[in-house]
Each structure stands twice: as structure tokens, then as C-alpha cells.
């Protein structure tokens, strides 16, 4: 495919397909999206990490071929007021593999998520959010190392479907009018009104993704995080489809957390994943008090969303955790916090989200070298108490340094 801004790099390969690293060659052509406010600074550095490690760990013999995409201000600079370009959707799509920066959304206006529409447009149904605690990060609990979940957070569906009327226009007056002439449904005068759907479909292809990732690292539970005491026919039935996927597609590899109890006197066997739930307000609390019970957890997209931020404060903040949106062709890693535009281009903020990141990319590459490298020498950066601003303020004799400072000690710490 030939492209109008986007620049192919000619001495790299496409990857083939996603989830085998049998279909990554040893110079893979990985898309990048800069990212709007620190978004330039972090991805600076953050190239620079990645790069550093590969070299390290692989000699020479596997190197990243990057390509530029556009999206959001820098989009809009070169396409014409474009801020997401059709071609950045057609690149992720012929090269499979992505990782961006944070983008600017405008509240209660303006154009939609650039976000939520890149995975939308992309089907990327799982947003996966690995929340672990690394040696000398900052933490406001007593016990940041029992914490180690995985979020599977549904991307498409729920409130995030954008199926919302401002109150005062005519569509929103014809569906109040539908709501309480044919189905009775009461509520104020002049409401915004929004719907939330959530089917089996989404809900199911998402459980199974959790299912295998749990099998393929030796997870030892699924939590279904869910309010469906309240909103039985969402929330509820995301509950009840994710344990029907769990006993009608994996019977061999799960166990309910009732049948724990009756037929293993809580102690799972060898191989069993252990499938509970909880209800959402319940979770919040659990996961303050009792990390260590929670492993994978599967939450629809709102609830996931509140979720994934509240776990993360627990091992150091937004600033370092990481994520990635991944459907069943494309994934796009991405740094999970926004764009902080006060600090643009201050080269101050931390890059550990996006460096993050990076690190799950290179696992899902099957580049685990390379990621277990980086992850070594950001705790021997934070032993030798060299830092960003955000977490200097929480430390005591902290060598506060800038993002580029932050990521060349980093890389110094990969011979340690
Ligand atoms: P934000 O950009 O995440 O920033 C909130 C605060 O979090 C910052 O002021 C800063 O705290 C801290 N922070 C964020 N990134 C950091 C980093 N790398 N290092 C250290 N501290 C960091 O959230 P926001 O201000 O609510 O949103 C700004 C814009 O980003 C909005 O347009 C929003 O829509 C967008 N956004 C994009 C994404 C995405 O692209 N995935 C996600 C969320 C938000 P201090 O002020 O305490 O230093």
C-alpha cells in the first residue's frame, strides 16, 4: 500500500500476524504515534530505551525498524486539520503492530477520543493492563509487592459506545418520548440520556482473551468484576457470559470459586484457573486490602476503566503504568496516562508509562530478553534514587533528573 506522509522504512519487514512470534522477523516495521504534549518528549526516550536494549540483548542480530504514523496535533499539521487520518488506521493494519503516545480530548465538545475511536475503528477489543510493583517506586500502601494483576478491560462497548442525546435536542426529546410512552420508564425532565450496551459478543471475546492469557502465563485466577446487583441486564450479563465461556470453552482449565470451596477445600489443583467475581464498589476496597487474592481480573469498559487507575496508584501512578489495546488483528500499546500539557516539551515527565509499554510490546514480540533487561535497570535506577519529578516529590534524597537524563541513566544501568 502506497501512503501519502506516512515513510515505510525500507530495511524492515512487515510482522504477519499477531500473537505468534513465529510471525515476527528479526527486523519487525513497528508504527509509532508520537503523542500530543509530553508525548514527543517520552517517546524520545523511550525509543531510545528500547533500542539500547535490543542492541544489548540480541548483538545486532534483531533491531526495530520504526515507521511514523500520525495522529492528533501533528496529524493535523500535516493533513490538512485532519487529527486522525484514514492512512493511520490503513498502517496499523497492513503492519499489525503499534505503540503510541497520548492524545488530546476535548470534554463535553469538540471532536470524539481519538482513543476510543483508534479502537474502534481497529476493533481493538481487550485493553490489558499489567499492574506490578517495581523495587523502589514510590507507593502510598504498606505492601506495594502484593500487588501483580492483569486488567482485561472491555474497549468497545458499554457508555464508551457514544450512543448519548444532549438534553434540549430532538433526538434526545424522541427517545424520552419512546422511554415512557412504550416502555413506562420514569425519570426527570430534561435529562441527558445516554445507553449502555454490552452483548455477549463483546463480552465473551473478551473473556476468552483473558482465559488464554492466563492458561499461557500460569495465572492462577480469573475475578469478573462487574455491578450487576444494580444493572442486571449489562453488568449482570457480562457476569454470567463470562462464566459461561469459562465452563462451556475451557471446562478442562477452570474450576468456579464455589466448586474451590465444596470440592477442593480451597486450594486449587495443579492447572485449575479459579473463576470468581465481585461486585464493582467491593473490588475497589479489596484491592486496597487484599491484593494478593486478585491475578487476571476482567471488567466491563467504565468499571475497567476507574479500575485500572486505582490499581496503578497502588505501585507508583498513572506516570508508570502500562498498557495496550490488542483486537484479534492489530495491538497498540500505549502509555496510559494523558498528556499533561503543562509539561510540553519541558523534557521533565516521567516516560515510564510509555517505556512500560514498550516493555509488554517486546514480550508479545517474543523479545522477553530484551523487556527482562529494561525492567533490571529501571530498579537499578531507582536504587541509585535517579528520577523524574513525580516520584523525587515522595522520596527522600532523591537525584531528581529530566525525561532524556532519566532514560541515558537508564540505559548506562543496562550493562549493571
Ligand atoms: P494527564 O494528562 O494524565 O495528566 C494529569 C496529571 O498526571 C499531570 O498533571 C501530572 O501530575 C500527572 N502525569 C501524567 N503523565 C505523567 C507523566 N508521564 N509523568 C509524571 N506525571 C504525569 O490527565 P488530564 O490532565 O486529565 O488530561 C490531559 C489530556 O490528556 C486530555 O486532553 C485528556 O483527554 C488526554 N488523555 C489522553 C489519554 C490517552 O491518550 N490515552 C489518556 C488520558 C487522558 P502533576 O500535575 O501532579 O504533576
Same mark, same amino acid.
Given at each position: 500500500m502506497s501512503y501519502q506522509h506516512i515513510v515505510v522504512p525500507t530495511e524492515g519487514e512487515k510482522i504477519t500476524c499477531l500473537g505468534d512470534p513465529q510471525c515476527v522477523p528479526d527486523h519487525p516495521i513497528i508504527a509509532f504515534i508520537e503523542g500530543d504534549g509530553i508525548g514527543r518528549d517520552i517517546m524520545t526516550a523511550s525509543k531510545r530505551i528500547w533500542d539500547a536494549a535490543v542492541e544489548k540483548a540480541y548483538g545486532g542480530a534483531r533491531q526495530i525498524a520504526w515507521m511514523e504514523i500520525y495522529a492528533g496535533e501533528k496529524a493535523a499539521g500535516l493533513y490538512n486539520? @485532519? /487529527?486522525?487520518? %484514514? !492512512?493511520?488506521?490503513d498502517a496499523l493494519r497492513e503492519f499489525v503492530v503499534g505503540i503510541k503516545g497520548p492524545l488530546t480530548t476535548p470534554v463535553g465538545g469538540g471532536f470524539r477520543s481519538l482513543n476510543v475511536t483508534l479502537r474502534q475503528e481497529l476493533d481493538l477489543y481487550a485493553c490489558i493492563r499489567p499492574v506490578q510493583w517495581y523495587k523502589g517506586v514510590p507507593s502510598p500502601v504498606r505492601r506495594p509487592e502484593d500487588v501483580d494483576v492483569v486488567i482485561f478491560r472491555e474497549n468497545? !462497548? @458499554?457508555?464508551y459506545a457514544g450512543i448519548e442525546y444532549a438534553a434540549g435536542t430532538p433526538e434526545n426529546e424522541k427517545l424520552a418520548r419512546f422511554l415512557r410512552e412504550e416502555l413506562g420508564a420514569e425519570f426527570f425532565e430534561g435529562s441527558g440520556l445516554g445507553i449502555k450496551p454490552i452483548s455477549a459478543f463483546g463480552t465473551k471475546r473478551l473473556m476468552r482473551s483473558a482465559l488464554r492469557y492466563a492458561i499461557d502465563r500460569? +495465572? +492462577?485466577?480469573?475475578?469478573?468484576? &462487574? $455491578?450487576?446487583n444494580i444493572q442486571k441486564y449489562t453488568e449482570g450479563a457480562f457476569r454470567n457470559w463470562c462464566y459461561e465461556v469459562a465452563r462451556e470453552e475451557f471446562p478442562e482449565q477452570t474450576i468456579t470459586e464455589d466448586e474451590l470451596w465444596e470440592q477442593y477445600n480451597g486450594q486449587a489443583p495443579e492447572g485449575k484457573i479459579v473463576i470468581k467475581d465481585r461486585i464493582a464498589d467491593i473490588m475497589f476496597q479489596h484491592m486496597l486490602l487484599r491484593p494478593t487474592e486478585f491475578d487476571v481480573v476482567v471488567a466491563p469498559n467504565l468499571n475497567g476503566d476507574y479500575l485500572s487507575?486505582?490499581?496503578a496508584a497502588e505501585v507508583g501512578g498513572v506516570g508508570i503504568a502500562p498498557g495496550?489495546?490488542?483486537? @484479534? &488483528?492489530?495491538a497498540l500499546f500505549e502509555a496510559t496516562h494523558g498528556t499533561a500539557p $503543562? /509539561?510540553? @516539551?519541558q523534557d521533565k515527565v516521567n516516560p515510564g508509562s510509555l517505556m512500560f509499554s514498550g516493555v509488554?510490546?517486546? !514480550?508479545w514480540l517474543g523479545w522477553g530478553d530484551a523487556a527482562e533487561m529494561i525492567a533490571r535497570a529501571y530498579e537499578k535506577t531507582l536504587e541509585q534514587k535517579i528520577v523524574t519529578y513525580d516520584f523525587a516529590r515522595q522520596m527522600a534524597n532523591a537525584n531528581e533528573v529530566s525525561t532524556s537524563a532519566f %532514560?541515558?541513566?537508564?540505559? +548506562?544501568?543496562l550493562d549493571a
Open positions: 486539520g @485532519d /487529527y486522525m487520518p %484514514a !492512512e493511520t488506521f468497545t !462497548e @458499554d457508555v500460569g +495465572r +492462577r485466577s480469573i475475578t469478573i468484576v &462487574h $455491578k450487576g487507575d486505582a490499581i495496550a489495546n490488542i483486537g @484479534d &488483528h492489530v $503543562k /509539561y510540553t @516539551d509488554m510490546m517486546l !514480550e %532514560a541515558t541513566a537508564l540505559i +548506562r544501568n
